[in-house]
C-alpha cells in the first residue's frame, strides 16, 4: 500500500546539497495501518510466542537465570548487526576475569547491558526518568562510553547532518531529518508512545523502532538504540515482565530484509510489510527463546541431579553448581568470592564439576584460569556467531 510519510527538505552536509527526509509524526494515515486479515494473524502468533516465553522463563527458581544469558544474547547480537566482533563467549569470559585489557568490542557490548540495566532501573522507579527522550539520551551516554563513542557525542542528540550508507552524503542510501527537525520529530513520537493510540502494543513497539530508526537523532548507536527501545516498550507495555525476548536474532538473521523494510516505510509508505516483518522476527526470536530456555532448563536438571549424587561430591561443588547458570565461566579467585570460602575448598568444588565435565578449562594456560560450563553456553549462544558482510 503506498502512501507518503513524510517530506523532502534540502540540507547541505560537507558541502553537499541533500534531500534529508522528515516523516510525519506516528501514526501511519492515509490510509491508517489495520492489524486485519494476514497481520492480525501474524499479531495473534507472534503474542502467543510472546506469552511461552513469558511462561518458559517461569519455570526456574531464579528469574535472574535466564536474565543473565538472554540479556547478553540481545546485547551481542544487537551490536552483531552492526559489524562488532565479539562474541557471547568474549563477554561472559570478560565478566569472569574482568582483564583491565577489554577490547573495544567486548566493552561496546557490556556497555549495552548496562545500559539496558539502567534504563529498566529507571523505568521501574516511581521517581526514575519515564520512557523519554531524555531517558533514550542518558541510555545513548552509557552504550557509548570509552573509547569508540567518544567522538559521537555521548547523550546528546545530534545537531549535525548525518546519513545511511554510502561513502558520502551525496551517495547515501538514506538521509535522515536535517538536524533542527530532529527534536519536533523525537517529541512527536514521545507523545505518540503515551498516547492511546489503539494499535495493538506489539505491533506499535515494531512503528516506534522504525520512527527512531528515520529520525535516526544520535551521530551513531541509533540501531542499537532503537532495537533497545522494543525491549523497553515490550516490558513497559506488559508482554513480557523481564526482557528475555531478543528480538534482534531475528533481525540478524534477515538483516538485508530488515534493511530493505525499514527503507521501504519512507519510500512508498510500506508500514503493512514492515509490520508483518517486525512480527514474524519477534515470533521467530520468541520461539527461539523458548527453545533455549527449555534446553538450558533440561540441561542443568540433569546435570545437577549427576552433581548432587556423585559419591565424591560437596556441598560447595554443588553450591558452585548452582551458581553456573548466572556466571557460566569463573575463575578460582572469583568462585572464592562467589561461595565465600577458603581457596582449598573452591579448588575441591571446581575439581569435582571438572571430573564429571560439567566445568571445561579454556585458557590451556597454568595461571589465570578460566573455567567455563561450555555445553550451557555452546546452547546458549547458539546462532550468535559471527557473519562477515
Ligand atoms: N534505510 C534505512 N532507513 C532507516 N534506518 C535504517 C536504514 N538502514 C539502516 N537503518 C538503521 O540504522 C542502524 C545503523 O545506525 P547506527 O547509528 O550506525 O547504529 P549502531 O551504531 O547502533 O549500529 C541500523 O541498525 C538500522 O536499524
Ligand atoms: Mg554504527
Redesign the pocket.
Known sequence: MARTTGTYSVSTVAGEKVQAFIPRPLPPEGPPLVIEGNLAKLHAEAVAAVGRLEVAGAMVPSPDWFLYGFVRKEAVVSSQ??GTQATLQDVVAYEATRQSDRPADVEEVCNYVDAMAYARKELANPKGLPLCVRLLSAVHKRLMKGVRGSDKHPGTVRTSQNW??GTRPGTA??VPPPPEAVPEALAALEKWLHGDDPLPPLAKAGLAHVQF??I?P?L???????RLLIALLVEHWKLLSSPLLYVSLGFKRHRQEY?ER??AV?ASGDWEGWTSFFLECVRESADDGVATARGLFSLVGGDRRKVAEHTASTLMAVRLFDLLPTHPMVTLGRSIELLKTSKPTAVKAIDILRQMEVLHEITGKRRDRVYAYKTYLDLLAKDTGITRG
Open positions: 548487526i552492526e545511511i550508507g542510501r538514506f530508526e528515520t535516526h544520535f551513531d548507536g541509533n540501531g542499537r538504540i532503537g534493511y525499514l527503507n519512507r
